[in-house]
Nanobody, 120 residues
Framework: QVQLVESGGGLVQAGGSLRLSCVAS????????MGWYRQAPGKQRELVAT???????NYADSVKGRFTISRDDAKNTVYLQMNSLKPEDTAVYYC??????????????WGLGTQVTVSS
């Protein structure tokens, strides 16, 4: 069984910062791409940032220059450093990862999400 667990969400004032973490656990052989997505009330889930196994990153235009994605493969963890937060960043943030397990083929796995609320 492989799972992703996010942490680090919370309530912050506009202009503040948060750092999200997502740890993959279970019988893991390898992790390829990892990413963060978010879903605000009444809206579709959208991409925030992704990072490949080699460290190449991709960001949504709305977060470029404010958010930074990184990963620590020794810890099977992906991070999202969020600075200069805006009220429109309020959403549930989900991580996902393309994981190869000891008993499962390559599969995109999702976490359950962590709430980020930015007050004005």
């Amino acid at each position: 069984q492989v799972q992703l667990v996010e942490s680090g969400g919370g309530l912050v004032q506009a202009g503040g910062s948060l750092r999200l973490s997502c740890v993959a656990s279970g019988s893991i052989l390898s992790i390829n791409n990892m990413g963060w997505y978010r879903q605000a009330p009444g809206k579709q889930r959208e991409l925030v940032a992704t990072i490949t196994h080699s460290g190449s990153t991709n960001y949504a235009d709305s977060v470029k220059g404010r958010f930074t994605i990184s990963r620590d493969d020794a810890k099977n963890t992906v991070y999202l450093q969020m600075n200069s937060l805006k009220p429109e960043d309020t959403a549930v943030y989900y991580c996902n990862a393309d994981i190869l397990g000891t008993s499962i083929p390559w599969r995109v796995t999702w976490g359950l999400g962590t709430q980020v609320t930015v007050s004005s």
